[in-house]
């Protein structure tokens, strides 16, 4: 069965510092891997996607991921953290069919100190 | 990208009464989905919702205690029937976009507090 884990369910980092959040998967077939954003009282927004071709992706908001099947990893990074960054981070994967295989880590709450 | 609204986007209620959450996306979609989202945690899919059938429950949900309608292909309702605090949680609704219909797209979230 297909799951998704994030190890670090909080991360407290200074403005402007780097970031990256870990996402550890396990599924069977070809994955479709998915990072999200939550800001406090908002429903989720997607930050990036990856099916298929280069492994490095990015997304919205100045945010990339790296897929490493060898590692089973798909861990968020962003160069430089603003305040605005703060929020709860999902990383989700699934098969992309229309039938929804989709499996959410347990999420990671993102902190930023001024 | 799928544009999705849901009304309401909170609501305190009484134990033991039901509350009916409402779901709409910009375009025709086959299957929309709901999810539970309990205080501190990750996502749990309720159900899948077509249009047209009776929705599909995952474990430990049923329908008695989530009845969901779909009358469209825009349009979903989630009822939480006789609540409990233990229902306190955020619900989602979602509904696929993307040129292959293959990125799951999520509503604002209704954020139901049951006293």
């Known amino acids: 069965a297909q799951s998704v884990t994030q190890p670090d369910i909080h991360i407290t980092v200074s403005e402007g510092a780097s970031l990256e959040l870990r996402c550890n998967y396990s599924y069977g077939a070809t994955p479709y891997l998915f990072w999200y954003v939550q800001s406090p009282g908002q429903g989720l927004q997607l930050l990036l996607k990856y099916f298929s071709g280069d492994t490095l992706v990015q997304g919205i908001k100045g945010f990339e991921a790296e897929f490493k099947r060898s590692q089973s990893s798909f861990n968020l990074r962003k160069p430089s953290v603003h305040w605005s960054d703060a929020a709860e981070y999902f990383c989700?994967?699934?098969?992309?069919?229309?039938?929804?295989?989709?499996?959410f880590g347990a999420g990671t709450r993102l902190t930023v100190k001024p | 990208s799928a544009v999705i609204s849901q009304k309401p986007s909170r609501d305190i209620c009484q134990r033991g009464t039901s509350l009916t959450i409402q779901c709409q996306v910009d375009s025709q979609v086959t299957m929309m989905f709901w999810y539970r989202q309990q205080p501190g945690q990750s996502l749990t899919l309720i159900a899948t919702?077509?249009?047209?059938?009776?929705?599909?429950?995952e474990s430990g949900f049923v329908i008695d205690k989530f009845p969901i309608s779909r009358p469209n292909l825009t349009f979903s309702t989630l009822t939480v029937s006789n609540m409990s605090p233990e229902d306190s949680s955020i619900y989602l609704c979602?509904?696929?976009?993307?040129?292959?219909?293959?990125?799951?797209?999520f509503g604002p979230g209704t954020r139901l507090t049951v006293l």
């Open positions: 979602s509904a696929p976009g993307g040129p292959r219909a293959d990125t799951q797209y």
């Open positions: 989700a994967v699934g098969s992309g069919s229309l039938n929804n295989d989709m499996r």
């Open positions: 919702a077509n249009q047209g059938s009776e929705a599909t429950y």
